[in-house]
């Protein structure tokens, strides 16, 4: 080594360390210090001595909370960054409390085994060939509600949706895009179609929504049952990488034909750039799908838009609404 330039790996032992960032989120969230913190900032010692934690603990913790961005730090006294006042207090607007769970109790566990999912994955599988099926349950759903309500917000925001009437939310889960979409548009009706264990926990959702009366459910297999009739804006949100390339295809078909003129198709989702290297979040997603053990990964742009085409899909474009998310829209 005498002749080599010595030169830091800080970039290397900051990739390495990446998962303590996120454990120390997790236990944010879990222990709910956000949620404490908003009734009154404290010292170290203090939300010690509440939360039943070592004082020295407890600070390393909280100086470790401010160094990641999630807490801010005044003297010895500790308050909420925005970023935690915003997204991480229980019971308001946009707590991302349940998607934070996710994450810790589902999604991280997968990932400790990346090399085994890498080895064994193989394009194309169905979901009866599918050892992981956790992710598309109600109860996961029920974690990533109010991150879909948010979609759906969003979504409202920047689509035209003048024009349309009947919205059918096909894999809708929660009804969370349903819901925010028919809050915000009063001539928009919606039908949410998704398996019947999911429904059932999409009716807990929309019986609390002002627009209830507006949204019904269907519980039906996506893939194997009619699609419900009746619509002219039919959704896809976070879907497609659930089946293969033919069984998208045989959707797509389906929902063409039952589509009145000028209706349209949205695909919402993290939809790569042409060089599948960006957004970031969308390429780490292609291996979250391959943890979970999905029949295909997140795509480009131009795959879908072929695929709409081959169909008989036209005036096909695509817009980022709610970074990193994509839409895809596209017209019969």
């Known amino acids: 080594m005498k002749n080599k330039k010595i030169e ?3 970039e290397l032992l900051e990739l390495a360390t990446g998962y303590q960032r996120s454990q120390v989120l997790f236990t944010f969230t879990e222990l709910e210090i956000p949620t404490i913190l908003s009734k009154k900032n404290l010292s170290a010692k203090n939300l010690a001595k509440k939360l039943n934690i070592n004082p020295l603990a407890m600070e390393s ?3 470790a909370c401010v160094i990641i961005g999630l807490l801010e730090k005044k003297k010895d006294v500790f308050k909420n960054s925005h970023l935690s006042e915003h997204f991480l207090i229980g019971g308001e607007d946009f707590y991302l409390g349940g998607q934070m769970r996710r994450y810790q109790k589902r999604s991280y566990p997968n990932w400790e085994n990346l090399t085994e999912h890498l080895k ?13 099926d956790a992710d598309q349950d109600s109860e996961a759903m029920a974690e990533q509600h109010q991150l879909a309500l948010m979609h759906g917000a969003a979504l409202a925001e920047n689509f035209d949706f003048s024009t349309y009437k009947k919205l059918l939310d096909i894999g ?3 009804g969370a895009m349903s819901i925010a979409l028919c809050e915000k548009h009063e001539n928009l009706s919606a039908t ?7 429904v059932e926990k999409a009716e807990e959702f929309i019986r609390k929504s002002p627009a209830k009366n507006k949204i019904k459910t269907i519980g039906g297999d996506i ?6 009739e009746n619509f002219d804006i039919a959704l896809l949100a976070n879907l497609l990488a659930v089946f293969d390339a033919e069984t998208n295809k045989k959707l797509f078909k389906r929902i063409y034909e039952k589509l009145p003129a000028n209706g349209v198709i949205l695909i919402s989702g993290w939809i790569l750039d042409e060089n599948r290297l960006s957004p970031e979040i969308s390429v780490l997603f292609c291996l979250e799908d391959i943890c979970w053990n999905s029949p295909d990964v997140e795509r480009n742009f131009n795959v879908y838009k072929n695929r709409l085409k081959e169909t008989g899909f036209k005036d096909i474009s695509i817009q980022t609404y709610f970074e990193p ?4 829209s596209a017209y019969k």
């Open 8 to 10: 830091s790996p800080i």
């Open 61 to 63: 913790f909280l100086n």
């Open 120 to 132: 064994k994955w193989d394009y194309g599988e169905t979901s009866d060939e599918t050892p992981e």
């Open 172 to 174: 809708g889960g929660t």
């Open 192 to 198: 949410v179609f998704d398996l019947p264990e999911n």
């Open 223 to 228: 893939i194997k049952d009619e699609l419900p």
């Open 325 to 328: 998310t994509r839409l895809i």
